[in-house]
């Protein structure tokens, strides 16, 4: 095939309809389908809509709200815990967790050096819960072990030092799959220690997703979801659940945990401004999607592992593992700069979005955009002038050679 042609695959009929939803609304699916920057732009569709209309109109905060509790009690069950907390975002969900399980200073917290809640929730640890953090470098590259995180243990015994009282773990982090054996060996050594074990689990449906196909089971299955989040969640003591990313609900992430621990994060949300009141159609757009869209994070998997081999096979460096939904890539090695592609893109005359050398597929990606994404790489590639090229390199790195640079990625 010549570099510049573009495969044409079959599209999803529409779910946002000119009819119900007006053309501008129809018009933006279009450019969600086409936008890889993250999966949080997903876009309600028509029937999730209606879903919202006959959801139950009560109090959340007097907790007289069935959707509110209905939705809060099926995630409590898929996760297999004790309860559950309906809240504005991840970030609200990870720092509500986090204070609940953090008592008094001086305190600290083990993550990952690029984890979310110590990069990327403008502080919140230190200003919530006036802990400090300390963010491991993890010595594989892609993910913590416990031999990463023993001799970072702070137990009480230096005063120079702030006690460890909570580890928290990303899974997914950057797409990448913390193989579970290794979260039970942490959450082993965090038990002896009677240390805390939160989970970052924005995308941990990505990894059930990932888990119900490999175990061969059916993820349109309540029964099978419970079985597989449930085994994933058994090392946490608590864990954050985003709502409004891969799943593809407007607004809300969810805390599972003890009834106990639910009941003192709810205490806090309050605290946090974050009690609302007819929550119910919120509740029941989640519900929607957890019911309709989550059996489709398989196919936002294989999309990804489409772009990642189109991108890698063009020449770009595939820079982390591509286990869920998201591909890293460097553009480097054919003269080009993560720039120059996003501009490329930009100018189509049916335009891809990109920001960064993050892409990121959602059950609304068009597989059509997967293929001109590919195709718009080689024709920069091609274009690019023969004496501009880089020489190749003498260590191959990127997907098909197993070796990667994850410990670079940021958000
Ligand atoms: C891993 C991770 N955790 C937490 C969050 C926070 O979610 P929110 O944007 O809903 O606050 C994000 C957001 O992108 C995320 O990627």
Known sequence: MPPTAMKTVPRRAPEITEEVAGKANADKLHRTARDFRSDTFTMPTDAQMMAALQASRGDDVYHEDPSTAALEARI???AGKEAALFGTSGTMTN????????????????TDHRAHVHMMEAGGIAMFCQATTHGLVPSNGVHLTLEDIQPALQLGTNIHIAPTKLICLENTLSGIIFPQEEIVRIAELAKKNNIGMHLDGARAWNVAAAELEKRGL????????T???SDILAPFDSASLC?????GAPVGSAIVGSKEFIERARWFRKAFGGGWRQSGMLASMADYALTNFFPRLQDTHTLARRLAAGLEDAGCTILAPVDTSMVFF?????????????????ALDDPIGLNANRCVIHHQTD??????FIATVQRLAAAVPENLRPPPATEKLGAKDGKFRVNALGY
Do not use: C, F
């Open 243 to 247: 709502l409004s990313k891969g799943i």
């Open 95 to 110: 720092q509500l967790a986090i204070r609940t399980h953090m008592k008094q200073p001086p305190h600290s917290v083990i």
């Open 227 to 229: 079985t597989v989040l």
């Open 76 to 78: 409590a069950k898929m």
């Open 367 to 372: 597989p059509q955009a997967v293929e001109d």
């Open 218 to 225: 059916d993820p349109t299955s309540e029964a099978d979801r």
């Open 330 to 346: 460097d553009p480097s090695p054919i003269g080009l700069s993560v720039n120059d592609v996003t501009q490329g893109l930009a």
